[in-house]
């Protein structure tokens, strides 16, 4: 388990390798999978798990972006 400043780096990386995965696959249809594969192999987790997690980072990250987005109007 990863507590306190581990996790906040943890989160870090996650948010890097997500940015660069969007701008090679902007839909997130290859990448996600590739890597998922060889971060759950990494960190011995389930490749779906990997999956997952890197999709939803994405797409929260969207959310974020497009709440800043509004609240500037």
Same mark, same amino acid.
Do not use: H, W, Y
């Given at each position: 388990?990863? *507590?306190?400043?581990? *996790?906040?780096?943890?989160?870090?990386?996650?948010?890097?390798? #997500?940015?660069?995965?969007? +701008?090679?696959?902007?839909?997130?249809?290859?990448?996600?999978?590739? #890597?998922?594969?060889? *971060?759950?192999?990494?960190?011995? +987790?389930?490749?779906?798990?990997?999956?997952?997690?890197?999709?939803?980072?994405?797409?929260?990250?969207? +959310?974020?972006?497009?709440?800043?987005?509004?609240?500037?109007?």
């Amino acid at each position: 388990m990863l *507590l306190g400043e581990t *996790l906040n780096s943890f989160k870090k990386e996650i948010n890097s390798i #997500v940015d660069l995965i969007q +701008k090679r696959d902007p839909k997130l249809e290859r990448f996600t999978d590739l #890597v998922g594969a060889k *971060l759950g192999s990494i960190l011995q +987790k389930p490749d779906f798990e990997m999956q997952m997690m890197l999709r939803r980072t994405c797409f929260m990250n969207k +959310k974020r972006d497009k709440k800043a987005e509004i609240d500037k109007m």
